[in-house]
């Protein structure tokens, strides 16, 4: 805004002229919007680094008996097996049999833990997230099957105490994936930039 004065003979007048108004509100939104994709960009990559962390702690501890959820001793890499544990206490649903002729199998446990390194390891670095979001979504869908939220008695007749007859946590983790996939979580701070200007990559881009 400018200001100008012009002597006359009644007296001083002032008189106000306008001078990019426009474009200073423009920019001043631009750099809002800014902030606020830096904010978002931000969060969603520690939200990544978080959910990263959640399954490579259950991949190590698994492997090795950390003495949180594998005792010591009766880790994998002692050979203890990851699923049978979990697979053989499935007490509800439609697929409980088929858990139950899972449980310990050698597939089943190189396929779990697989999955599960392979899903830290693509939120770690930021690559790969949509694999990342078809696996992790398959696996946590299982795992829903597996517990069976929609059940209220256990196939013995007890209560299942389940919280939530759809919505658990399986459920968010897998909302989780999907939209760190759909929203490039990989670019900031992570190597998801990198990774897509590979060229096969490039050509592919369900490997994004």
Known sequence: ?????????????????????????????A???????T?????????RLVTAFTFLWAFFDKTFG?????????????????TKGFLSHVAA??????????????W?????????????????????????????TALMALMWAAEWPPARHLSDGTLSA???PLIDYH?????????LAVAGAGRTWGLGTLWERLPFVGRNHWLK
């Open 108 to 136: 089943a446990d190189w396929l779990f833990m697989l999955g599960l390194l392979g899903i830290g390891i693509a939120l770690a670095t930021g690559v790969a997230l949509r694999l990342a979001a078809v696996a992790g």
């Open 93 to 106: 649903g439609p697929m409980e049999s088929t858990f139950h002729s899972w449980a310990g199998d050698t």
């Open 171 to 179: 459920v968010v983790y897998a909302a989780v994936l999907i939209t």
């Open 66 to 82: 950390w003495s949180y959820a594998t005792q010591s001793g009766k880790g994998w890499i002692d050979g203890g097996s990851p």
């Open 39 to 47: 904010a978002l960009a931000r969060t969603l990559a520690g939200l």
């Open 1 to 29: 805004m400018a200001l100008h004065g012009h002597s006359h003979r009644a007296g001083i007048r002032f008189t106000f002229r306008r001078t990019g108004g426009t474009d200073s509100t423009a920019a001043t939104t």
């Open 162 to 164: 389940s919280s939530n």
């Open 31 to 37: 750099d809002h919007a800014a902030a606020s994709a």
